[in-house]
Structure formats: C-alpha cells, structure tokens
C-alpha cells in the first residue's frame, strides 16, 4: 500500500475514533432519555386521546403536542401520588391498598417482590445492600450487581450470596445469580454510581473502581 494511501487510511481511523469518543456519551445519553421519556408517554397517552375525543381541537390533535401532554400528566401523577402517600392519610390509605392486593393470590405476589425490590434498592447506605462484581456471563468477564441479601447452604453451611444482576441501559430486566459469598467481589461504588454506570453503559462513572478481590465480603 502506497504511503499516502497509508496515511490516509490512519487519518480516517483517528478521526472515526475520535468522533466515537465524543458521539458515544451523547448517543448513549439519548437512548436513556429516550426510553424514559417513551415510557412517561406510553403511561399518560390513552388519557390525553380519550380527552381530545371527547374535546375535539385541532391543535390537540397534534400528535407531538399529545406526546408532550402526556409526559408532563404522567410526571403531574407521580408527584401527586408521592406527595399524598408522603402523608399520614396517605400512608393509610396506601397501607388500605396493599392488604387488599394482598388478598389476590396471583398480584399480592407480584406486587410484594416489586416493591421489596424497590425498597432494597433505594435502601441507604448504612444499610446491607452493597454493590459488588461477579464472574458473569463468563469466568473473568465482570458484571456490576447488586447484593441482596445471604442465604446458607443447608447441606453444607457454606454462606451464599443474592446477587441481581440488571441489563446496562434497560436495568428493568435482570438476572438473579445465586453464588458462594467467595465469588463475590466487593466494590467501593455507590447505589447511585452503580446505576448510573448501567444507564449509560458505563459512560457515565468514578475514574477508579476496585475491580481486584481484597478480603472478600463478610456477612
């Protein structure tokens, strides 16, 4: 190959590569602003359609002004929905509302472990809760998990550990690894460092991580 064309072909590399370095935060940071934003609007859409039926209006017809509407409904409901259950009455009232899920054979169980899920993970951070690294999906890859609660091997004692395992950029979907506490390796991360790792794919975190196992975790 010609040195020019060498050259050439190492300038292209360089200036692809730097254009990475700098579109991937950004791209990775609109797939999660994406997902969120989608997710706001799949929740309050039918709402803002079933009130411009019932109100015809041209400018209410317009599909990214509904979109918009729907963001800020579903954002309005939450806040009103912390905001009441912040309060005595509201945590009586929401209190009502679980035991009466709690008599649905099927939901009571799936409401229960959803919101101990939540619980744990906004747990603070005095509590058990930690962030560690496991060998997945294979023998000296890592993954950042979460570190649940520890069990005990009622064969042979041994101490083992709850780790979830959630999907970077889409944490709503996740594997749960049971494993010998030995396997586990402790890190020094935040709740909120590990989960912004995961949004964004890891762009997004601490300039160090202990990665190497020191002493192992302890019960």
């Not at 935060?25 to 997902?35: D, K, N, R």
């Not at 035991?99 to 472990?113: D, G, I, N, Q, W």
């Amino acid at each position: 190959m010609k040195p020019v064309v060498q050259r050439t072909v190492r300038s292209l590399q360089r200036n692809i590569l730097a254009g990475l370095i700098t579109i991937g935060p950004l791209f990775v940071t609109w797939l999660v602003f994406s997902f969120v934003f989608k997710t706001l609007e799949q929740a309050g859409l039918p709402v803002v359609q079933l009130f411009a039926a019932l109100f015809p209006a041209g400018w209410l017809m317009q599909p990214w002004l509904q979109s918009l509407l729907a963001v800020v409904l579903t954002l309005a409901l939450l806040f009103l929905v912390g905001r009441v259950t912040s309060l005595v009455m509201g945590r009586q009232a929401l209190g009502l509302f679980e035991s009466a899920l709690e008599r649905l054979p099927f939901v009571a169980k799936v409401y229960t472990s959803v919101r101990q899920l939540l619980d744990s993970m906004l747990m603070k951070k005095e509590s058990s809760q930690r962030v560690v690294l496991v060998d997945f999906p294979i023998v000296g890859h890592k993954s950042i998990g979460f570190l649940t609660r520890s069990y005990t091997d009622s064969t042979s004692g041994r101490l083992l550990a709850a780790v979830l395992l959630p999907n970077a950029i889409n944490p709503t979907s996740a594997f749960l690894q049971i494993l010998p506490m030995e396997l586990v390796t402790e890190t020094d991360l935040t709740m909120e460092q590990a989960m912004s790792m995961i949004m964004t794919g890891g762009a997004v975190g601490p300039e160090t991580l202990r990665y190497s196992k020191d002493e192992g975790l302890r019960d």
